[in-house]
């Protein structure tokens, strides 16, 4: 059987009632159909999730089938900010290019400008994020009723696209990247080309890479000195600054404090200001249930980082961060930059420079779901090669011996020689740069590859060799 939106995601809107209602409610809640019993029953159609912006979609489709409905409730607690996006459609419409107002990503092409206006004239949006279920409740009752259902066409449905995947080690992945948005593109075409596709407790697949290690690195200016590092919010994030700042907020609230309302920040700023041979600081966080699957469900905000680590370094505060789980669409840009603003803030009270960020990630993982949308993010967004960076590893010099494939690693002003050998097989020498120098960057080793090709040209076929 194939595959669709309908067959596989329709069933996951929560339909409540039998006979029709004019009212659907999203719900932020991790337990949507929870507080169906709570509400007004009689009038509601149904209750849709709202996690990731697959669900937003799932819910606008929801209302184009069920042209009875005319009012539309959002509640909830909103720790990610998520429902300013629904606001935003309903208050501005669609930007061209199917872009929500505010720099809040976009939404698949077949729900167009012309879709989000016929649902934003025929339907009601009403926000009762953060408040009681009987309020909540009580509001419904006293809704006007409108018995008179409108013409909506159904969206054409989209397909779940299918994966060509490569074949991979099956763990192990080192990405570098100088920001959130580039490493997050990155992550989303490493689960796409070679995750393992495989089920979670709840049925839904997932594209799974085990073991990612990203770097956001820290940039530099052109005379060497480190420059300050900020968020970085690209176009193609489902969320800007406002939004964050609204998830930093319940973000370090409810994660970096204790019981005692203690800040964890200021911690790891005492542990390292006053012991003089104390230049690390490790603070571990409580796992959540490892008998359960870590891509099951939707996750608490900063439920699956299992430790932080901060070390000192010269003048500068790096942090390195393990994560049990990452849903890579949804979750990963909000934690990743959360982490990278707590690094940067414990720097500030040191009078450090913020260095690199590294997050070790157990399992980095798309679902389903979000595969068409990932897809489309990168064909837009996911350029390459890169604009040149410099490797501060040195830089390599390459020629052919008489027939014999040398290396040479030198500093970049040329006054040391790191490294010097030959081989009678450039292969071998691309081999043996690759296996025993792990810490040049993935540029300077596409660059190794692409040299060492030339040389086995110029070998082969006794022509000259000029470095490129």
Not at 120 to 137: A, M, P, T, Y
Not at 275 to 292: G, I
Request: glycine residues 6%; negative net charge; contains cysteine.
């Amino acid at each position: 059987m194939e595959h669709t939106w309908q067959t596989d995601f329709l069933p996951k809107l929560a339909i409540s009632n039998l006979e029709k209602g004019d009212v659907a409610i999203c719900s932020l809640s991790d337990n949507p159909t929870g507080i169906l019993p709570l509400l007004e029953p009689q009038r509601i159609t149904f209750i849709a999730p709202y996690h990731s912006r697959s669900d937003l979609e799932w819910l606008l489709r929801g209302l184009l089938l069920h042209p009875e409905i005319r009012q539309l409730v959002i509640c909830g607690d909103d720790d990610w900010a998520r429902g300013e996006a629904l606001l935003a459609l309903w208050q501005y419409g669609l930007e061209p290019g199917g872009h929500i107002s505010g720099g809040r990503g976009q939404l698949s092409c077949e729900l167009g400008i012309e879709v989000l206006n016929a649902l934003r004239e025929d339907v009601d949006l009403l926000d009762f994020r953060g408040k009681q279920l009987n309020v909540i409740s009580q509001a419904i009752q006293t809704l006007p009723k409108v018995s008179d259902p409108t013409a909506r066409q159904p969206a054409p449905n989209p397909q779940i696209p299918r994966r060509k995947v490569f074949h991979s080690r099956q763990t192990t992945f080192p990405i570098f990247s100088s920001d959130v948005g580039d490493a997050w593109l990155q992550l989303l075409n490493l689960a796409l080309k070679i995750g393992t596709d495989r089920p979670t407790a709840n049925t839904e697949r997932i594209a799974e890479a085990l073991n990612a290690v990203v770097t956001i690195e820290t940039p530099e200016l052109e005379d060497g000195e480190p420059q300050k590092k900020e968020e970085i919010f690209p176009n193609f994030f489902d969320f800007n600054r406002q939004d964050f700042d609204h998830f930093y907020t319940r973000y370090h609230e409810k994660y970096w404090r204790t019981g005692s309302g203690a800040d964890l920040l200021q911690t790891v700023v005492e542990q390292l200001q006053n012991s003089p041979d104390a230049l690390t600081c490790t603070l571990p966080f409580l796992d959540p249930d490892t008998t359960t699957d870590a891509a099951s469900s939707p996750r608490d905000i900063g439920s699956d980082l299992i430790s932080a680590t901060f070390n000192v370094n010269g003048q500068a505060l790096y942090g390195s961060f393990v994560l049990r789980s990452a849903d890579l669409y949804t979750a990963w840009p909000h934690e990743a930059t959360a982490l990278i603003h707590i690094l940067c803030q414990i720097a500030e009270q040191l009078g450090l420079d913020a260095g690199s960020a590294t997050f070790i990630i157990h399992s980095a993982h798309l679902y389903e779901r979000d595969w068409s949308r990932s897809l489309a993010v990168l064909e837009a967004q996911f350029k390459r090669p890169l604009p040149l960076h410099v490797d501060p590893s040195g830089i390599f010099l390459f020629g052919n011996d008489s027939g014999k494939a040398t290396g040479m690693l030198l500093a970049h002003d040329a006054s040391t020689i790191f490294w010097e050998e030959g081989f009678s097989d450039p292969e071998d020498l691309s081999w043996y740069i690759v296996d025993t120098m792990p810490w040049l960057l993935p540029q300077h080793v596409r660059y190794v590859g692409q040299e060492c090709a030339a040389l086995m040209r110029s070998i082969k076929e006794d022509e000259d060799y000029v470095q490129g």
